[in-house]
């Protein structure tokens, strides 16, 4: 059972455009939302991230959305730039801490052309 | 230094072959994970040490045997392999098991099993 679920799976934006990735979570555990950006042959980097407390978070040109009651949290990427072309993950983790476990999207491949 | 350093960058086994992969942080941090990620795939968990000790074992084959010599080093230990195991295999670290932070990952290690 995907916990987590990320779309769309792949997506093409030409610079200087909006990208806007989904995501849905069903366990209420959750309590942190982290996004990750990873580039081919390279580890995945935390980019930003959000707690259900607010309702959006912004650094620089990625804002994360975040509506607790509908479960759903997104990221977008203003003014997308060609080396914003990367696999993005959400993911999501409970609280606490004792049992920290990441869940992870699927990832979305974006690709921002010149 | 908030780098978690993993040796080799890439590996070549045959499926008789010993051999391991090495992590390294000088962060201080007290957690530290094991994730494989197969291509286009998100990562997944594999081991947690906190505080130098296993605390989670992701029902990983025990071809795989991870080891934590000390709070600063992680090791994998590779044995009888499959081509199957071929993946990227990603260290990370925080702070502390039981603390609200996120995850410092390495750049990986990419493994072909021949």
């Known amino acids: 059972q995907q916990q987590v679920k990320q779309s769309p799976q792949s997506l093409i934006v030409q610079k200087g455009g909006i990208s806007i990735i989904n995501c849905a979570y069903e366990n209420t555990a959750f309590d942190y939302f982290p996004w990750y950006q990873q580039f081919p042959g390279k580890g995945p980097a935390l980019l930003i991230a959000?707690?259900?407390?607010?309702s959006e978070k912004k650094e620089g040109r990625f804002t994360i959305s975040f509506n607790k009651s509908a479960k759903q949290f997104s990221l977008h990427i203003m003014d997308s730039q060609p080396g914003d072309s990367a696999t993005y993950f959400c993911?999501?983790?409970?609280?606490?801490?004792?049992?920290?476990?990441?869940?992870f999207g699927k990832g979305t491949l974006l690709t921002v052309n010149p | 230094d908030t780098e978690v350093t993993q040796t080799p960058k890439h590996l070549v086994m045959g499926m008789t072959n010993k051999k391991s992969l090495k992590c390294e942080q000088h962060m201080g941090h007290r957690a530290m994970y094991w994730y494989k990620q197969k291509a286009k795939k998100p990562p997944e968990l594999m081991f947690v040490?906190?505080?130098?000790?296993?605390?989670i074992n992701e029902s990983v084959p025990s071809r795989f045997s991870p080891e934590c010599p000390n709070s600063s080093l992680l090791n994998l230990h590779l044995h009888a392999l499959q081509p199957e195991d071929s993946a990227l295999y990603l260290c990370?670290?925080?702070?502390?098991?039981?603390?609200?932070?996120?995850?410092?990952f390495g750049q990986g290690t990419r493994l072909t099993v021949v």
């Open positions: 959000i707690r259900p407390d607010v």
């Open positions: 993911a999501a983790r409970p609280g606490g801490g004792s049992n920290y476990k990441l869940t």
């Open positions: 990370a670290s925080r702070p502390g098991h039981r603390m609200n932070t996120e995850a410092f």
């Open positions: 040490y906190s505080y130098e000790k296993l605390s």
